[in-house]
């Protein structure tokens, strides 16, 4: 798991050079936590912690004030706004998951990124695709959409 974990980190900061803020403004942040904060990568691992490890005390920081959350299991739909998919995420608090996790950037423009996340179970797959956009206060996921196989 440690090593899945260093995997993907990797990934986003090779990831986070390219996908920066495209007018190089840092939207008034005064130190490098602040600014580390802002980008594609600190959201989606902000984003895959939650999901594989329980961390979900930065969740509300990511989402979007928009946020739509769609989880399909079967012939069930089921949406949520930003306030019920926290306290959904809260459920799981410090629950770490027994699952491998791939992520791949599906589309990345300086304001849109969309990235796929696979958790990979020994009976099943969830496949969550997440979109982020660049506000003024960073990248934050504008719409989850999982679904399970």
Request: net charge negative; aromatic share 10%; with cysteine.
């Amino acid at each position: 798991m440690k090593t899945l974990t260093t995997t993907i980190l990797a990934f986003f900061i090779v990831l986070s050079f390219g996908a920066a803020k495209a007018d190089g403004t840092n939207n008034g942040a005064n130190n490098a936590n602040a600014n580390a904060q802002l980008t594609v990568d600190y959201a989606v691992n902000t984003y895959v912690d939650a999901i594989t490890l329980g961390h979900t005390r930065e969740l509300n920081n990511i989402f979007d004030s928009n946020l739509k959350y769609t989880v399909e299991r079967g012939n069930k739909t089921m949406v949520f706004n930003k306030d019920e998919a926290f306290a959904s995420f809260n459920e799981d608090s410090d629950m770490p998951q027994d699952c491998l996790v791939t992520s791949t950037v599906s589309t990345s423009t300086p304001d849109v990124t969309i990235v796929k996340i696979e958790q990979q179970y020994p009976n099943c797959t969830r496949t969550n695709f997440i979109t982020m956009v660049n506000s003024a206060q960073g990248w934050k996921v504008k719409n989850i959409y999982s679904t399970f196989e």
